[in-house]
């Protein structure tokens, strides 16, 4: 096989087997993030946006539980947000590991992320403020 080839092959090979990386994300990563996990999870998923930023980023909320898109009677509603503040990073890598951990639990049939789903609709808002994230240059020129 050429090695042409067989790069090809590995860059495949890792985007099918891609979890979720333990780093900063970008605001661009993470949407694109959320997009696939939606699109790949129709069954436990629903991404909605609450609207956009000054500089027109959209607000992205992935809502998780065994009834995704609507409200049921006797399930509660959580509400999880993260960098409120721009440069107060660290919830946005802890509440993407939660969606990571969530579904892939899910995927694997454990036991807790059923249970969790099942008992709740969970909303999670990983950056409520992505302009003051992209202002803050000591942690965007670490990203980039
Ligand atoms: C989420 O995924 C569903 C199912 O594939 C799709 O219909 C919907 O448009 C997606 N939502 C967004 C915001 O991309
Ligand atoms: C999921 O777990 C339940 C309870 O442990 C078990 O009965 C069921 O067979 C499992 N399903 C799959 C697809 O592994
Ligand atoms: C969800 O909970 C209900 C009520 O406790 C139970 O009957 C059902 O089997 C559960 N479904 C899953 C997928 O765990």
């Known amino acids: 096989m050429s ?14 087997a891609a979890t ?21 999870n129709p069954a436990i998923t629903h991404l909605y946006s609450i609207g956009q930023s000054v500089r027109g980023q959209q607000l992205w909320v992935l809502a ?26 660290l919830g946005r890598v802890v509440l993407l590991q939660l969606i990571d951990d969530l ?4 995927r694997n049939n454990e036991t807790w992320s059923l249970q969790l789903l099942n008992s709740t609709r969970i909303h999670i808002l990983p950056t409520m403020n992505p302009d003051g994230f992209d202002e803050s240059d000591t942690i965007t020129s670490s990203v980039d």
């Open 103 to 106: 579904v892939r639990g899910y």
């Open 64 to 89: 998780l539980g065994l009834s995704p898109r609507r409200h049921t009677v006797g399930i509660p509603e959580f509400k999880y947000v993260a960098n409120m503040h721009g440069n107060e990073v």
């Open 3 to 16: 090695s042409g080839l067989l790069f090809l092959h590995l860059c495949l090979i890792f985007t099918l």
């Open 20 to 40: 979720l990386e333990f780093r900063y994300h970008n605001n661009p990563e993470i949407e694109q993030y959320l997009l696939q996990v939606n699109a790949s």
